[in-house]
């Protein structure tokens, strides 16, 4: 069983920055495509960015310039390093992992910017 573990989350300024971690149980290196999603209350979950086995990245138009994927097949980890926050950002961010067998999602980590 695949277990994503989502961590970094919180509460920051607008203008501020935050960095969110996503541990998978298994290799990252069977993934396909590594995701970070967020969903507000009230909304569809939607993509912010996603990083392919062969490390192109995709970013929500919303995002670009200010949120950056990175991913670390050593340490099966994928990270979302947030910066410039705006208040539109708050959400739960889900981390997701598509893998030859499956599509596995992560908890959700809850991140709020004040105005």
């Known amino acids: 069983q695949v277990q994503l573990v989502e961590s970094g989350g919180g509460l920051v300024q607008a203008g501020g920055s935050l960095r969110l971690s996503c541990s998978a149980s298994?290799?990252?290196?069977?993934?396909?495509?590594i995701g970070w999603y967020r969903q507000c209350p009230g909304k569809q979950r939607e993509l912010v960015a996603a990083?392919?086995?062969?490390?192109?990245?995709d970013y929500a138009d919303d995002v670009k310039g200010r949120f950056t994927i990175s991913r670390d097949n050593a340490k099966n980890t994928v990270d979302l390093q947030m910066n410039r926050l705006e208040p539109e950002d708050t959400a739960v961010y889900y981390c997701?992992?598509?893998?030859?067998?499956?599509?596995?999602w992560g908890q959700g980590t809850q991140v709020t910017v004040s105005s």
């Open positions: 990083i392919t086995r062969g490390y192109i990245k």
């Open positions: 997701n992992l598509e893998v030859p067998w499956g599509v596995y």
């Open positions: 298994v290799s990252t290196r069977s993934a396909n495509v």
